[in-house]
């Protein structure tokens, strides 16, 4: 009988050890479930963000297009990618910097729809200069490309402004014979890679928010 005894409390453990084991798998299944609960819920959270974020933009896009129904009615300008696209025949004489009285109607034409756009959102207007792959020709007070489309930038930002456009919402920005839209093959393609467009951009945050942001993560 005692040899019995012994060998029913030697199995005891066993079965213990097992329940132990099946216990412990169990948990860390459960850990892996929970584990991957939370990896989804954090990317559909992602997904989401990212949805409104290009319902958003979209949303400003349209604002944008229809604010500018008019010209864009007329062939003053174009609207591709959320940019606005005016050709520098339009409104450059070939390597110079003035801007031509029909430039300067057709701008006239873009500072109220532009002027009602910014005041329904918080964004800036970017103005960038383009030229074609030529270079400038001798005699001109430009040494390159870079600096006539900075100035015809500057010019086209100018003339915004003082037709209306807050100076603190304008800024222009050069690109010289950088990003064309078709390649510099011919007359008609150089003529359409010669073009300033407007564009917008996030409006940087005040310093004092940053400051104040810095702050609280301290």
Known sequence: MD????GEQQSTPVWAIFSDLMA??????VLILVWVIGVQLELSQSLAAEKERRVAEQQKRQAL???LEDPLTKGLVTFRDGRIGISGNVLFGLNSDQLQKDGEEVLQSLVEPLDTYLKNHNELLMVSGFT?????????????????SAQR???????LIDEGLPK??????????QHPVVPNEDAESRARNRRVEISTVPRPEPAESEAKRSGNDD
Do not use: C, K, M, S
């Open 132 to 148: 074609d792959d030529l270079p400038i020709h001798t005699g001109n007070r430009y040494g390159d490309n870079w600096g006539l």
């Open 3 to 6: 040899v019995l005894n012994d």
């Open 24 to 29: 412990a798998l169990v948990g860390i299944l």
């Open 65 to 67: 297009e229809q604010a």
């Open 153 to 159: 930038a500057l010019n086209v930002t100018r003339a």
């Open 168 to 177: 603190d919402r304008v800024f222009a920005a050069a690109f010289g014979e």
